[in-house]
């Protein structure tokens, strides 16, 4: 058996796919870590962000006004791979969704036929064993950078593409928001503690088309004890069913927004408005869009073969929102709490079918909201 050739270092400089010369970083070199890059140039420009391997953990934005408790805890893991045999989406390298911009915007509706809508079926069902995998390692002291790793393996898994990787050049593999970020939260070094909510948001690509669905998820007892964690939490999964519930042939895509603030008020919860559902199929995110509050201006009407998700935000205090500056991460303007639930739906002739519904198996579940009470003028909890 002959040799094997001698593989080649490749640079790590910021999107660099050069081949290493002998030039390494100083620091890595004196504690022994093989980092090399194919220039000084190179090493130059690459040095705002490779100098945060040097750091330890750090928040990046130590100027920004944060609304709540929550930071980023940087550096964010290297680029997980995927292998070249997996079909991947026309935005997997470069990071711009072609096929969404050539579609028409937001106006143009597909309609699947029964092949496609089969298609829809299988990816839905693989991202709901994705996610159900990644919920199940929720629990403190584990790292929203270790439920990224969970996810995009299980995708690997299953011949899938993690949508959200590099789609408009997002970083990881998974959305992960904890506590006050309503949604697009930035897998990282954060540990989950007990008392916080998770929401966990996957996609994955599979045989040409995307699965959408997100929960969210108590972390430890002290969340599934506390009044106002289990309120939003409990009214944002309710006002998703509420929604569903309306769906059908002929159903304005208004009117989920309607019944979905109806109930958040209800429950002393406001609705994110920022963000809505969206048809999702071979592309993304593509029409229709569902807003989730009401006196929307959404057009349009539900037909058989449609794919859309319906996703509310529901936040305990103001609807308003405030994006970190990672351009991603979009966090409550107060600082409180905000939960978040989402399915892919698929109109049949007389109703509707939840193609990523939740199996007998499926982690987390509904619980009662507890009471509080006042024993001797102080205020308990049952």
Same mark, same amino acid.
């Given at each position: 058996?002959?040799?094997?050739?001698?593989?080649?270092?490749?640079?790590?400089?910021?999107?660099?796919?050069?081949?290493?010369?002998?030039?390494?970083?100083?620091?890595?070199?004196?504690?022994?870590?093989?980092?090399?890059?194919?220039?000084?140039?190179?090493?130059?420009?690459?040095?705002?962000?490779?100098?945060?391997?040097?750091?330890?953990?750090?928040?990046?934005?130590?100027?920004?006004?944060?609304?709540?408790?929550?930071?980023?805890?940087?550096?964010?893991?290297?680029?997980?791979?995927?292998?070249?045999?997996?079909?991947?989406?026309?935005?997997?390298?470069?990071?711009?969704?072609?096929?969404?911009?050539?579609?028409?915007?937001?106006?143009?509706?597909?309609?699947?036929?029964?092949?496609?809508?089969?298609?829809?079926?299988?990816?839905?069902?693989?991202?709901?064993?994705?996610?159900?995998?990644?919920?199940?390692?929720?629990?403190?002291?584990?790292?929203?950078?270790?439920?990224?790793?969970?996810?995009?393996?299980?995708?690997?898994?299953?011949?899938?593409?993690?949508?959200?990787? !590099?789609?408009?050049?997002?970083?990881?593999?998974?959305?992960?928001?904890?506590?006050?970020?309503?949604?697009?939260?930035?897998?990282?070094?954060?540990?989950?503690?007990?008392?916080?909510?998770?929401?966990?948001?996957?996609?994955?690509?599979?045989?040409?088309?995307?699965?959408?669905? !997100?929960?969210?998820?108590?972390?430890?007892?002290?969340?599934?004890?506390?009044?106002?964690?289990?309120?939003?939490?409990?009214?944002?999964?309710?006002?998703?069913?509420?929604?569903?519930?309306?769906?059908?042939?002929?159903?304005?895509?208004?009117?989920?927004?309607?019944?979905?603030?109806?109930?958040?008020?209800?429950?002393?919860?406001?609705?994110?408005?920022?963000?809505?559902?969206?048809?999702?199929?071979?592309?993304?995110?593509?029409?229709?869009?569902?807003?989730?509050?009401?006196?929307?201006?959404?057009?349009?009407?539900?037909?058989?073969?449609?794919?859309?998700?319906?996703?509310?935000?529901?936040?305990?205090?103001?609807?308003?929102?405030?994006?970190?500056?990672?351009?991603?991460?979009?966090?409550?303007?107060?600082?409180?709490?905000?939960?978040?639930?989402?399915?892919?739906?698929?109109?049949?002739?007389?109703?509707?079918?939840?193609?990523?519904?939740?199996?007998?198996?499926?982690?987390?579940?509904?619980?009662?909201?507890?009471?509080?009470?006042?024993? !001797?003028?102080?205020?308990?909890?049952?």
């Amino acid at each position: 058996m002959g040799a094997e050739p001698v593989q080649k270092r490749k640079c790590i400089g910021v999107e660099c796919a050069e081949d290493a010369s002998n030039l390494q970083c100083p620091k890595c070199r004196d504690v022994r870590k093989d980092n090399f890059f194919c220039s000084q140039d190179c090493f130059k420009r690459s040095w705002i962000e490779h100098k945060v391997i040097h750091a330890g953990k750090l928040n990046p934005f130590p100027k920004f006004p944060f609304t709540g408790s929550l930071r980023p805890v940087y550096p964010l893991s290297p680029t997980r791979e995927v292998p070249d045999s997996i079909s991947k989406p026309d935005y997997a390298a470069d990071g711009y969704p072609k096929s969404e911009r050539a579609f028409g915007g937001r106006s143009k509706i597909t309609i699947l036929d029964a092949k496609q809508q089969e298609a829809m079926r299988k990816v839905c069902r693989l991202a709901r064993e994705v996610l159900d995998i990644a919920a199940a390692e929720v629990r403190p002291g584990v790292t929203t950078d270790h439920i990224d790793e969970i996810v995009h393996k299980a995708c690997l898994e299953r011949d899938s593409y993690p949508s959200p990787l !590099n789609y408009n050049n997002f970083p990881k593999s998974v959305c992960t928001s904890l506590n006050e970020v309503i949604c697009h939260g930035i897998p990282d070094q954060t540990e989950l503690k007990d008392g916080d909510i998770l929401n966990i948001d996957v996609t994955l690509y599979h045989g040409g088309f995307h699965g959408d669905l !997100n929960e969210t998820y108590y972390v430890g007892e002290r969340a599934r004890s506390d009044p106002d964690t289990v309120r939003v939490t409990e009214t944002a999964r309710e006002c998703l069913d509420k929604a569903i519930a309306l769906v059908k042939p002929g159903m304005p895509f208004q009117h989920p927004g309607r019944v979905i603030e109806a109930h958040a008020k209800s429950r002393n919860c406001s609705v994110v408005t920022t963000y809505c559902g969206h048809g999702v199929n071979q592309l993304f995110h593509c029409a229709p869009n569902i807003p989730h509050y009401a006196k929307n201006k959404a057009t349009g009407t539900a037909k058989p073969g449609i794919c859309f998700t319906i996703e509310p935000m529901i936040n305990l205090g103001v609807h308003k929102d405030k994006t970190w500056p990672d351009n991603w991460t979009s966090v409550t303007k107060d600082g409180q709490k905000s939960a978040q639930f989402e399915h892919t739906l698929l109109v049949t002739e007389d109703g509707v079918e939840v193609l990523t519904a939740r199996t007998k198996n499926s982690p987390g579940g509904p619980l009662p909201i507890p009471v509080k009470t006042e024993v !001797n003028g102080d205020t308990h909890d049952s």
